[in-house]
Nanobody, 120 residues
Framework: QVQLVESGGGLVQAGGSLRLSCAASVRIFSIYTMAWFRQAPGNEREFVAAAEWRSGGKFYADSVKGRFTISRDNAKNTVYLQMSSLKPEDTAVYYC?????????????WGQGTQVTVSS
C-alpha cells in the first residue's frame, strides 16, 4: 500500500508562485514514477506533470510547460511541483499520483489533493 500526502496549496495572486510537495510512504520510492494531476470544478481530472523513475525523464502538459517544474528527492521520498507565473485557470485541486514503472496516464495510487486558488 502506498500513501501519498500533498501539501503546499493555497491562495495566490495571478503571476505568483507556489510549491507543492507530496510525501510518499513507500518502501522503494525510487522505482515509482511520480506525477501531478489537477481537477477544476466541473472539469475532468487532467495530467500536469510526471517525473519518471527509470529514465529521469520529465513530462508536462502543454498548458504548464515553461511555468511548472516537477522534481523529486528520492532520499526524502518526496516529489515537488514548483508553479510559477500562475494564472486563474490554474485553479484546481492538485493530486499527487504514483505508479511502479514508466510514465503512462494510468496511475495506481493517489493522494487526497490540495487546493490551489489563483486570484485575478
Amino acid at each position: 500500500q502506498v500513501q501519498l500526502v500533498e501539501s503546499g496549496g493555497g491562495l495566490v495572486q495571478a503571476g505568483g508562485s507556489l510549491r507543492l510537495s507530496c510525501a510518499a510512504s513507500v518502501r522503494i520510492f525510487s522505482i515509482y514514477t511520480m506525477a501531478w494531476f489537477r481537477q477544476a470544478p466541473g472539469n475532468e481530472r487532467e495530467f500536469v506533470a510526471a517525473a519518471e523513475w527509470r529514465s529521469g525523464g520529465k513530462f508536462y502538459a502543454d498548458s504548464v510547460k515553461g511555468r511548472f517544474t516537477i522534481s523529486r528527492d528520492n532520499a526524502k521520498n518526496t516529489v515537488y511541483l514548483q508553479m510559477s507565473s500562475l494564472k486563474p485557470e490554474d485553479t484546481a485541486v492538485y493530486y499527487c499520483a504514483a505508479r511502479p514503472g514508466d510514465h503512462t496516464l494510468n496511475y495506481d495510487y493517489w493522494g487526497q489533493g490540495t487546493q490551489v486558488t489563483v486570484s485575478s
